[in-house]
């Protein structure tokens, strides 16, 4: 089963979720996430761009970042990557190693003659990890089914750390055999898929 409509495409091997806001482009789902930030390598200070909402920057760090997601994504710990008003968030699983900070260091690209910004943001669950429970989603999808549990879709959620989890028919019940079968890395919308009941 697809991404679906969480608009989400791959690049260079990893996940990355884009949603188009007003004039921009950025990479997250939208609501706010209770994990660390870690300020290391690169400081994400204040550039003076919003790489969020500034529609030239944004398509200029979304069009880069294919060398900074190869050299992370091959790191045992890396758990996704964003685009955010002052550059590029990192999530990696604990602390950044040295290892994660000089390939961070060599691969950030440029914007405007200076590197873009970004911050290393410490989370529970690595993107393997995800792509796993992911996997067993999909296998059980049938299983699920006869259950009246109906994925509408499901994929990463970089801001929860998580496998999030649309039904056509959400119910408190459905959330509960999921959180049970699939246990901590996964989120369930609280509501039904737009268009479940059309």
């Known amino acids: 089963m697809g991404?679906?409509?969480r608009r989400s495409i791959a690049v260079a091997g990893a996940t990355v979720l884009l949603a188009v806001v007003g004039v921009g482009v950025y990479a997250t789902l939208s609501h706010t996430s209770p994990l660390t930030l870690i300020?290391?390598?690169?400081?994400a200070r204040p550039a003076g761009i919003d790489f969020w909402q500034d529609l030239d920057a944004n398509l200029a760090a979304g069009n880069s970042?294919?060398?900074l997601i190869?050299?992370?994504?091959r790191e045992p710990g890396y758990a996704g990557m964003r685009i955010l008003p002052y550059g590029y968030e990192i999530d990696l699983v604990g602390k950044p190693t040295a290892a994660e900070r000089a390939a961070a260091a060599r691969a950030a690209p440029r914007y405007r003659g200076k590197t873009i910004p970004y911050r290393f943001r410490s989370v529970r669950y690595s993107e393997k990890e995800l792509k796993a429970v992911m996997a067993?989603?999909?296998?059980?999808l049938d299983d699920l089914s006869k259950q009246g549990i109906h994925p509408?879709?499901?994929g990463i959620d970089l801001p929860s750390d998580t496998v999030q989890i649309s039904l056509n028919h959400y119910t408190p019940?459905?959330?509960t055999i999921l959180r049970a079968?699939?246990?901590h890395r996964i989120s369930v919308v609280p509501y039904d898929s737009p268009g479940a009941n059309d």
């Not at 300020?39 to 400081?43: K, L, Y």
């Not at 190869?70 to 994504?73: E, L, P, R, V």
Request: net charge negative; glycine share 14%; aromatic share 10%.
């Open 152 to 154: 509408s879709s499901f």
């Open 39 to 43: 300020d290391a390598g690169h400081p």
């Open 136 to 140: 067993r989603i999909e296998a059980d």
């Open 65 to 67: 970042i294919g060398p």
């Open 181 to 183: 079968r699939y246990g």
């Open 3 to 5: 991404l679906g409509p």
């Open 70 to 73: 190869d050299a992370m994504s």
């Open 173 to 175: 019940h459905y959330r």
